[in-house]
């Protein structure tokens, strides 16, 4: 029993070292974004925020800093169509494969896991020429075919394997009361696959919404670029004329992504898990 005790309040010491760890830094973002320039670059940093000024969060948003309000409207709009439509492919295609007999099958799913070994430098180029060939460069569009590339094979993955945990009675048993197939996927099966489908398609927010490489390569105007290349590109040219701005671009940045996996942070492990295990 005393063993027991000792294990836990080290496990719990454990975790919240890792806990302190992880979340310092943003704190210290969060804290310092409040500060002015002068209190920034003081020989003493402190944690005290003297005095409070939101001057660098107007210069994100303003139209004298990197205009975030326009690159965040970006990021959201390309992640927001990449998750829904990884979600729509994955929850269509990880059903057919979790309840029908599919040629090839086993050939299917290394290929769903092989595709997520080429990407990256390999195909930036090919990307491209396929981009300035079809007029899409510089636009939302061609960032989303490419998030999809690498989102959906892992959504067809996990929700194939999450399909399979739902009992094929609860099909049989809608049908014999009269609903079609397709009135059963929408009534019966989606609702329980629901956990999968919001791990997903969380995934594929946050997968776009990270990226830099696509962005910075294949757009160039504030029309269509992300976040991710904003605030590098104002990095490399003012970052040391304003520290203040850089961070409260960064909590601006971060916020979002936090109250989302805070809403739904249950279906994604629920969903992830499930999936792990029977896919």
């Not at 004298?64 to 990449?82: D, E, M």
């Amino acid at each position: 029993m005393r063993e027991t005790y000792l294990m836990r309040c080290w496990k719990y010491t454990i975790l919240f070292l890792l806990l302190v760890f992880t979340l310092v830094p943003f704190l210290w973002l969060l804290d310092t974004s409040f500060k002015s320039d002068e209190a920034i670059f003081a020989s003493k940093p402190t944690w005290l925020v003297s005095p409070f000024t939101l001057d660098s969060y107007s210069w994100a948003l303003g139209k004298k800093g990197i205009q975030l309000g326009k690159l965040l409207s970006n990021s959201l709009i390309t992640c927001a169509i990449t998750a829904l439509i990884t979600g729509l492919i994955a929850c269509i295609s990880g059903y057919g494969l979790a309840r029908y007999k599919v040629p090839g099958i086993k050939l299917i799913f290394v290929l769903l896991v092989l595709a997520q070994m080429i990407q990256g430098p390999m195909i930036m180029i090919p990307w491209y020429k396929f981009a300035s060939m079809v007029s899409l460069l510089n636009t939302k569009t061609i960032l989303v075919m490419i998030y999809g590339t690498m989102t959906i094979p892992v959504g067809v993955w996990i929700m194939s394997g999450f399909f399979k945990t739902i009992p094929i009675d609860l099909e049989e048993a809608a049908y014999m009361d009269g609903a079609t197939k397709f009135k059963t996927l929408f009534t019966v099966v989606i609702p329980l696959a629901l956990p999968g489908l919001v791990a997903i398609s969380l995934y594929s927010f946050i997968l776009g919404w990270n990226d830099y490489q696509y962005s910075l390569i294949l757009t160039n105007s504030l029309s269509a670029k992300t976040v991710q290349v904003g605030i590098a590109e104002v990095m490399e040219s003012m970052g040391s004329t304003n520290w203040g701005g850089i961070l409260a671009s960064g909590v601006i940045i971060i916020l979002p992504i936090i109250v989302i996996f805070a809403i739904i942070q249950k279906f994604l492990i629920e969903g992830l898990t499930a999936g792990s295990v029977k896919g």
